[in-house]
């Protein structure tokens, strides 16, 4: 039988204009008071999953309340540290959940919940609580109402375009790189590509050549 259980996200950040759907945040937390189930996930409890994804080059699926009929993006990465199993992922704001998923972490309105298996052996008890050690993960979704009243998501990073500190440097490389002038680049840097339509000469070699500079002052 494939359990799910409600884990807390952390660490959202709000930046920039341009919405990108990427997140990261913890889709689980080692130890702590057992969750609503009574459950309590150890550390490393995911590390034989994480391995049989990184030999398939696949991940576990991003999905919408656990429905396996609505994905609503992709995850870029799955790391177990000190706290928890850190995810990363991407949202498809093309899709209606998608979007959906990416304005209510911005209100502040969703956590994230895991889809697994108990591994053979990968469970013990300290009285009344079940210790998870070994799971098998399958998914991990976005949902409305988490077990442990800490999984909620604080913020959520909607864009990631340039830093402020770069933004000068990202002018200099448009003046420099690509011939515009300082008013241009200047336009460019703060109004994003939409400024690029209002000049004559628009081509796809400008576009190009502004896609390159935007790379390298992009976040990451």
């Not at 990363?88 to 959940?97: D, Q």
């Not at 949902?143 to 909607?158: D, G």
């Amino acid at each position: 039988m494939i359990e799910t259980k409600h884990s807390p996200v952390f660490e959202f950040k709000l930046a920039g204009t341009e919405p990108s759907g990427i997140f990261k945040g913890y889709a689980s937390t080692w130890g702590g008071p057992p969750d609503s189930y009574g459950d309590i996930i150890a550390a490393g409890a995911f590390s034989e999953s994480l391995k049989h994804f990184q030999a398939i080059n696949s991940a576990p699926a991003l999905l919408w309340a656990h429905d396996t009929y609505e994905p609503i993006g992709t995850w870029k990465a799955l790391t177990e540290d000190r706290h928890g199993l850190a995810v990363e992922g991407k949202l498809t704001l093309a899709t209606k959940r998608g979007a959906d998923a990416h304005a209510l972490m911005k209100d502040g309105a969703l956590g994230l919940s895991i889809g697994y298996r108990v591994n053979p052996g990968g469970e013990s008890y300290q009285g009344s609580n079940r210790v998870l050690k070994s799971i098998q993960l399958f998914e991990i979704s976005c949902v409305s109402i988490p077990a442990n009243p800490l999984a909620r998501v604080t913020s959520v990073k909607s864009a990631a375009f340039l830093r402020p500190e770069n933004i000068r440097d990202f002018e200099a490389a448009l003046r420099d790189a690509c011939g515009f002038s300082h008013r241009e680049a200047k336009r460019i840097a703060s109004a994003g590509w939409t400024a690029l339509l209002r000049r004559d000469d628009a081509s796809d070699e400008i576009a190009a050549l502004l896609s390159k500079a935007a790379q390298d002052f992009q976040i990451q």
